[in-house]
Structure formats: C-alpha cells, structure tokens
T-cell receptor, first 114, second 118 residues
Framework: EAQVTQNPRYLITVTGKKLTVTCSQN?????MSWYRQDPGLGLRQIYY???????DKGDVPEGYKVSRKEKRNFPLILESPSPNQTSLYFC?????????????FGPGTRLTVL | AQSVAQPEDQVNVAEGNPLTVKCTYS??????LFWYVQYPNRGLQFLLK??????LVKGSYGFEAEFNKSQTSFHLKKPSALVSDSALYFC????????????????FGKGTKLSVKP
C-alpha cells in the first residue's frame, strides 16, 4: 500500500530534551515536506526537500532541523524543544516539486512539550 | 505575497442539501489550486485540483470546485451533502515566486469545518 508513515504518533516530552520524528514514504517520491498544524492557523511549512541531500527552509523553520540522506526518509529533529513547538505535525511527499502534483500526507504526530 | 483565504470557520448543512465551502486566493502568475480534506485524527487527503483547462473540476467523493479567475476564487461544492462529509477542509494554492520564476511552496488556508446534520 502506498503510504507515508510517521513515528511516533503521539509524544509528550519536556523542554530541552532532543527528539526526532521519523517520516518514511514508499512511493519513490522526490519531494518531501514537514508541516505543523495549529488551530486557526492552518498548515504551515517547516522544511522541505526536493531530493536527497537537498533541503530548504519553509515558513516556520526556527527550532527545527531536517536531513535527507535517503530518498524515502525525511526525519524532523527538535534539538531543544520548547512549549511553543507543541503542535500537530504532518509529513508529506509528492512525485516531484512540480506545482501541479498533489501531496500525500502522513497520519500526523501530536507533540506536547511541557 | 501569496495567500489563500477561507472566510468561514464553519459551515453547517443539512444532509441532502447542497454545500459550498469558499476559498479565495492571491498569487503571482497562474495559480495551481487544491482542496484537501482532513477527517478526525487523520492526515490530509487530496480531493481535487485545478491546473489549467475547464474551470469546473471534479474530484473524489462527488466533490467539485469552480475556478473563477476574475473573482480569484476556487469554491468547493457538492450537490447533496452526506453526514460522512463532515470534516475539516483546506484550500491550498501554489503560484510563481516571481513572475516567470519557479513555483512557490504550497500555501494552505486556515481550514473550514464542515458539519452535516442528518
């Protein structure tokens, strides 16, 4: 089954404790992206990757890091999480970064930082 | 700057009635427009898109959307709503970063909660 998977689905952590949210897709997609969803703000892009070893900042990159060492994986790293990073996070992928390609989304990771 | 607006936080419809979820946009160049749906505790699912061609686009689950260039709108419609259509709907747009340049990133609206009552 073609899908985007994220782990963990739920995470409660404390301020300053480094964490990684994994994202993997099995569709051989070149383009991958991370979003955060907050009430009343919709989805905002954190980072994106157009291909292996090619990443760039989205609209809200502060406090996050990413890497793209393999085509299928695009982990999101929070080096020192803070309470304002409490949010619902989605990973997405698409075939290429052409404007007309729809994105496929993972199930989401709900992160709470205390 | 590119932007997309969904003016209604919530739309309430009775089952069997037609529904409309509104979306307006602002981009440079010709827009690529999308609708996504999010069911509770799920990720977003693609519904339909407008790239070029006919202004009326048909998508999944009986939904359709009409692209109106003069009004810069891309409203989502369905002739007869179902209770199972109740979900959060997002409009999204991509336009040129600068005129004649590369595509910008996908910009999402804030979402509209659709509630269909039996």
């Amino acid at each position: 089954e073609a899908q985007v998977t994220q782990n963990p689905r739920y995470l409660i952590t404390v301020t300053g404790k480094k964490l990684t949210v994994t994202c993997s897709q099995n569709m051989n997609h070149e383009y991958m992206s991370w979003y955060r969803q907050d009430p009343g703000l919709g989805l905002r892009q954190i980072y994106y990757s157009m291909n292996v070893e090619v990443t760039d900042k989205g609209d809200v990159p502060e406090g996050y890091k990413v890497s793209r060492k393999e085509k299928r994986n695009f982990p999101l790293i929070l080096e020192s999480p803070s309470p304002n990073q409490t949010s619902l996070y989605f990973c997405a992928s698409s075939l290429r970064d052409r404007g007309d390609n729809e994105q496929f989304f993972g199930p989401g990771t709900r992160l709470t930082v205390l | 700057a590119q932007s997309v607006a969904q003016p209604e936080d919530q739309v309430n419809v009775a089952e069997g009635n037609p529904l409309t979820v509104k979306c307006t946009y602002s981009v440079s160049g010709n827009p690529y427009l999308f609708w996504y749906v999010q069911y509770p505790n799920r990720g977003l699912q693609f519904l339909l898109k407008y790239i070029t061609g006919d202004n009326l686009v048909k998508g999944s689950y009986g939904f359709e959307a009409e692209f109106n260039k003069s009004q810069t709108s891309f409203h989502l419609k369905k002739p007869s709503a179902l209770v199972s259509d109740s979900a959060l709907y997002f409009c999204a747009v991509r336009g040129l970063l600068n005129y004649g340049g590369s595509q910008g990133n996908l910009i999402f609206g804030k979402g509209t909660k659709l509630s269909v009552k039996p």
